[in-house]
């Protein structure tokens, strides 16, 4: 176990439709990153909050924001779903003295 | 950007078979690496980390991995696999140049069947 949880496990969304996706890490972890893994791909970075602001993004649009709580929770939040969003939502956090990311189990979203 | 290639996308093996996995990345700078490891249905675990020194690192469950420089690359062995061993494999890359957010570039995996 890693510490790092996510919810909900599943969810079924229609196009157009918005989603938020949650995640709790370890007390401590003030740094946590987003990844979208679409079937039959390795995870991809979609950005990272340190301290409660973003301070890296990947090639995703801006319809995919987040937010960091000082909690150690966040959320990833899609507007305007589309087909190809249809992936496994990981969320990963670290204490940013440290390197090693530890990865919660995932939210799998299917988008109709 | 950096980038993370891995050239065996199915790989099946007998029990007791050795392993090898290769993993090559682009980027000119220091970098850390990393493999991990997704059992079905469980979600991505540690298999191992390097950061610098030795260039042989171990790992859990009998993995090691061998960071050559400039080969660019950082290949997953293991003497002899399980059919426990039966998951998905991940190489990933951290690029630790300044001003960079350090976010994990992944691989696209190599999915091993180990056979009993």
């Known amino acids: 176990e890693t510490g790092v949880t996510q919810s909900p496990t599943h969810l079924i969304k229609t196009r157009g439709q918005q989603v938020t996706l949650r995640c709790s890490s370890q007390s401590g972890h003030n740094t946590v990153s987003w990844y979208q893994q679409a079937l039959g791909q390795g995870p991809q970075f979609i950005f990272q909050y340190y301290r409660e602001e973003e301070n890296g993004r990947g090639n995703f649009p801006p319809r995919f924001s987040g937010l960091q709580f000082p909690n150690y929770s966040s959320e990833l939040n899609v507007n305007a779903l589309e087909l190809d969003d249809s992936a496994l939502y990981l969320c990963?956090?670290?204490?940013?003295?440290?390197?090693?990311?530890?990865f919660g189990p995932g939210t799998r979203l299917l988008v109709l | 950007a950096q980038s993370v290639s891995q050239h065996n996308h199915h790989v099946i093996l007998s029990e007791a078979a050795s392993l090898e996995l290769g993993c090559n990345y682009s980027y000119g700078g220091t970098v850390n690496l990393f493999w991990y490891v997704q059992y079905p249905g469980q979600h991505l675990q540690l298999l191992l980390k390097?950061?610098?020194?030795?260039?042989l690192v171990k790992g859990i469950k009998g993995f090691e991995a061998e960071f050559i420089k400039s080969k660019f690359s950082f290949n997953l062995r293991k003497p002899s696999v399980q059919w426990s061993d039966t998951a998905e494999y991940f190489c990933a890359v951290k690029a630790l140049s300044s001003g960079s957010a350090r976010q994990l570039t992944f691989g696209s995996g190599t999915q091993l069947t180990v056979l009993p």
């Open positions: 390097y950061f610098s020194g030795d260039p």
């Open positions: 990963a956090s670290r204490p940013a003295s440290q390197e090693t990311q530890y």
